[in-house]
């Protein structure tokens, strides 16, 4: 028994129906070649859709064997002649997930309970619950219909997890965590820990009881090796659609708005506040008690130690406007040169200062 989808391939496609599928269209005469999947530019054979979405891999195109290409029309009148047929849509990689979806459906398994599972008292399980070798669910955790928890997952007292919801091996859901529906929980995840809260007392760091709850919205995906710490005293909320990539660590009582983005190593401090549709980029920095506005755009190593206006754009440490952050970089690029001239006039003023006082 599996305890989590695979996806299968071998799925084939004309080239007219691939078209048809994701609303581009394909050049007449090639309407019928047989397509198998995608690849690489630099791989793809006569049987492989390759797509081109980057100005960079132009070149590249004159020496591919794709048997077709997915690009932007901008893409498309760029392109000179020979070149594969192509499929032109306004959203490439929309039309890359529909077309990947095609070629490897999701493989169903048979739902059941390995033997070597353990389920404590009080477990409540909905309909065609999958639970893999060796995992452990703790006494009155609630699992809803079709769930799906991989190898070795532990599942503490009196979590919830919702419909559908696939934990992959080794993920760990603290007691009394909410999962909501259909939330992808990768390889190491570790929801509802106890967040970093001491204080200084008697010569020693006491530990403040962490009593609150990590509350995971629908459709919440969480990359390896994140951590999602529990409330201090009230709750730490992703909210439904945000995705969060591999090694992303959310302290306590933080707030993490719905369909926000946060990629690899961004660590938010705890009671910060993110609102909707946030985005940040590789190894951003949060301090704690902020508040980042909707739609705001966090570049990677960005370090954020002030509020965020709704839709600002942000870059570099401290964290500042984009065109302010690229100017300042551009200005040190500078600085080699402006310190050669700078010694050259300092030179020049005492030869001419020595002159004086000679001629005085």
Request: glycine letters at 14%; hydrophobic letters at 40%; a negative charge.
């Amino acid at each position: 028994m599996n305890s989590f989808p695979l996806r299968g391939s071998g799925v084939t496609l004309t080239l007219g129906q691939a078209a048809d599928l994701i609303g581009a269209s394909a050049l007449a005469e090639s309407a019928d070649r047989v397509i198998r999947g995608i690849g690489p530019l630099d791989e793809a054979e006569s049987d492989r859709i390759a797509i081109l979405t980057k100005s960079a891999y132009m070149e590249r195109v004159e020496g591919t064997r794709a048997g077709a290409l997915l690009t932007h029309p901008r893409f498309a009148s760029e392109l000179q002649e020979p070149h594969p047929p192509l499929l032109v849509v306004e959203e490439p990689y929309l039309a890359l997930a529909i077309l990947l979806e095609h070629f490897h459906p999701e493989l169903e398994s048979d739902p059941g309970i390995h033997p070597t599972a353990v389920l404590g008292k009080g477990v409540r399980l909905g309909s065609d619950v999958r639970i893999g070798p060796y995992a452990v669910v703790e006494a009155e955790v609630v699992i809803g219909d079709g769930a799906s928890l991989g190898a070795h997952v532990v599942v503490g007292a009196g979590a919830q997890i919702g419909s559908g919801a696939l934990l992959h091996p080794h993920a760990v859901v603290y007691p009394g965590t909410i999962l909501g529906d259909e939330v992808i929980l990768h390889a190491g995840v570790c929801v509802g820990m106890e967040g970093f809260g001491y204080v200084f007392a008697d010569g020693e760091h006491r530990k403040i009881p962490q009593v609150g709850r990590a509350v995971i919205g629908d459709r919440v995906e969480i990359g390896a090796n994140a951590v999602v710490d529990r409330g201090s005293i009230g709750n730490t909320s992703i909210e439904e659609g945000a995705k969060l990539d591999n090694l992303v660590h959310i302290g306590h009582n933080v707030t993490v708005g719905s369909r926000s983005l946060l990629a690899a190593q961004t660590g938010i401090a705890g009671s910060a506040f993110l609102g909707k549709g946030v985005m940040t980029g590789g190894q951003v920095g949060i301090a704690g008690h902020l508040r980042v506005g909707d739609g705001a755009q966090l570049g990677a190593q960005a370090g954020v130690i002030g509020d965020v206006e709704p839709g600002e754009v942000v870059m570099g440490f401290p964290a500042r406007p984009r065109m302010e952050f690229l100017r300042t970089a551009a200005a040190q690029g500078r600085v080699p040169d402006l310190t050669r001239r700078l010694r050259a006039l300092e030179r020049r003023m005492n030869e001419l200062t020595g002159l004086t006082d000679e001629i005085s």
